[in-house]
């Protein structure tokens, strides 16, 4: 499955970027999907992850009530809500796949998108 990553962008504390990941190349809902951030030099974090049919969620404690991650299986299509954001927000998000289960380690996915950059403004 292909990856394609959209929607960063440049915003202040306290507003919000909606991001956008569209799948291509495979049975959408066959997959786990995921979002991680990574900083320069740092490893990469699991943010949210959406079980095929969208009926059980996960979320990091650092976005938890800020962020919410939710899939159209008929668009092929995952997204990440977020509101509140913070400075520390800021990163490169990845979107990912994975057959199966809903897992939250980097290194549990097999396909990945691009990434795209959010930048918090304090």
């Known amino acids: 499955v292909q990856l394609q990553a959209s929607g960063g962008g440049l915003v202040q504390a306290g507003g919000s970027l909606r991001l956008s990941c569209a799948a291509s190349?495979?049975?959408?809902?066959?997959?786990?999907m995921a979002w991680f951030r990574q900083d320069p030099g740092k490893e990469r974090l699991f943010v949210a992850a959406?079980?095929?049919?969208?009926?059980?969620?996960s979320y990091a404690d650092s976005v938890k009530g800020r962020f919410t991650i939710s899939r159209d299986n008929a668009e092929n299509t995952v997204y990440l809500q977020m509101n509140s954001l913070k400075s520390e927000d800021t990163a490169v998000y990845y979107c990912?796949?994975?057959?199966?289960?809903?897992?939250?380690?980097?290194?549990?996915?097999?396909?990945w998108g691009q990434g795209t950059q959010v930048t918090v403004s304090s």
């Open positions: 190349g495979d049975t959408f809902n066959n997959y786990a």
């Open positions: 990912a796949a994975r057959r199966g289960r809903l897992l939250s380690r980097a290194p549990d996915y097999d396909y």
């Open positions: 959406i079980i095929w049919s969208g009926g059980i969620t």
